[in-house]
C-alpha cells in the first residue's frame, strides 16, 4: 500500500489511533497506575516514618508537603495523559464513522443536479450491512441496495477511491442505454422534462429531466452536444455481460454486483465505462446533505 493510499485512508489512521491510544490507557489503568499508587504508599510510609521519629526527638514536623508528595507521585507523565484523553474521543469517532455514519465531500460534478460539487453529506453505514472497518468485510446482512438509491462505493479500479452514482441495476437486472434513455428488464423509464439547468461553475445550461425509477423520482441531465455514450471498452469483470453498439449498450448485471451511473449522464465517469461495483465495494447509503459553505440553503436530505 503506498503512502498516499494510508493519508487517504482516515479509516486505517483512525484505528491505528483507536488502537494506540486504547492501549496506552489500559496499560496505565490496569498496570501503570497500580505502580505508582505502590510507590507513593511507600513514599508516604516512609515520609510519616519520619515524621514520628522527629516528633518523638521533639522536633515539630512539617505535614504541609505530604499531599504534594503524593501528587508528584501519582501524576501521569504527559504521554499517559494526552493518550487517556484522546482514546474515548477518538474511540467514539471510530465507531461512529465505521458503523453509523461517515461524512463526504462531493468532489465532482457527476451527480449534478442531485448533488453539487462541495456538498458536504452523510452517509449510512449499516443500512446495508454491518461491515468491520478498514477491511470492508460484511459480517451481517441487513438491506440489499435498491434501484434508485445514491451509493458511495470503492472504485472498483482503484480501492483506496471513493466513489458516488445512483444504483440503476440490480443482480440479474438488463440495463439497456439508448438515445440517452434508460430501459430495465425490458420497461423503459419515463422522463418528464423540466426548465434547462444552469451548471453555475461551467456556466453551461444542459437539458433537465425528472427520472422516474422504481416508484421514485430524481432529476438528471443530458447535454445536447455529447453523444449518447463515448464507447470505451475496458476488460473489467464480467465484460462478457454486456454489449456495445456504437452509442448504445446492454448490459446484465451479474450476481453480487450492482450497476452505477451519474445523474450528470453525459459528464460522468461510471459502469459504463468501468463495469460493476461488487458487493464488497459498497461503504453505503447517501442521504443527507450537511453542510455545503457556498449555499447554506443545499441542508437536508435528497433522493
Not at 488502537?19 to 498496570?31: M, N, S
Not at 504508599?41 to 516528633?55: F, G, H
Not at 471513493?162 to 439508448?178: Q, S
Not at 450497476?259 to 461488487?278: A, E, H, I, K, T
Request: net charge positive.
Amino acid at each position: 500500500m503506498s503512502l498516499q493510499s494510508i493519508l487517504g485512508n482516515f479509516a486505517l489512521i483512525l484505528f491505528v489511533l483507536t488502537v494506540v491510544t486504547g492501549v496506552i490507557w489500559f496499560l496505565d489503568v490496569f498496570y501503570l497506575a497500580k505502580q505508582r499508587r505502590a510507590r507513593a504508599n511507600t513514599a508516604l510510609a516512609e515520609y510519616d516514618a519520619r515524621n514520628a521519629k522527629l516528633a518523638a526527638e521533639g522536633i515539630k514536623p512539617d505535614t504541609n508537603g505530604r499531599a504534594a508528595l503524593e501528587a508528584g507521585i501519582l501524576r501521569q507523565p504527559t504521554w499517559i495523559e494526552y493518550s487517556g484523553s484522546f482514546f474515548p474521543v477518538i474511540a467514539l469517532v471510530f465507531f461512529l464513522r465505521s458503523f453509523l455514519y461517515e461524512p463526504f465531500k462531493i468532489p465532482s460534478s457527476s451527480m449534478l443536479p442531485t448533488l453539487l460539487v462541495g456538498d458536504l453529506i452523510l452517509v449510512n453505514k449499516y443500512t446495508y450491512g454491518i461491515r468491520l472497518p478498514v477491511i470492508n468485510k460484511k459480517i451481517i446482512d441487513i438491506n440489499d441496495p435498491k434501484r434508485g438509491d445514491v451509493m458511495v462505493f470503492k472504485y472498483p479500479e482503484d480501492p483506496s477511491l471513493d466513489y458516488i452514482k445512483r444504483v440503476i441495476g440490480v443482480p440479474g437486472d438488463k440495463i439497456t442505454y439508448k438515445n440517452k434513455r434508460l430501459t430495465i428488464n425490458g420497461q423503459a423509464l419515463s422522463y418528464a422534462p423540466l426548465p434547462d439547468y444552469l451548471d453555475e461553475d461551467r456556466l453551461t445550461y444542459s437539458n433537465q429531466f425528472v427520472e422516474k425509477m422504481n416508484g421514485m423520482e430524481h432529476r438528471i441531465l443530458n447535454d445536447n452536444g455529447a453523444p449518447v455514450f463515448t464507447s470505451n471498452e475496458r476488460n473489467f469483470p464480467g465484460n462478457e455481460l454486456c454489449k456495445f453498439n456504437g452509442g448504445d449498450f446492454a448490459c446484465t448485471v451479474p450476481p453480487g454486483s450492482y450497476f452505477m451511473m451519474g445523474d450528470n449522464r453525459d459528464n460522468s465517469l461510471d459502469s459504463r465505462y468501468w463495469g460493476f461495483v461488487p458487493d464488497q465495494n459498497i461503504v453505503g447509503k447517501a442521504f443527507f446533505i450537511w453542510m455545503n459553505f457556498s449555499n447554506l440553503k443545499r441542508i437536508g436530505s435528497f433522493q
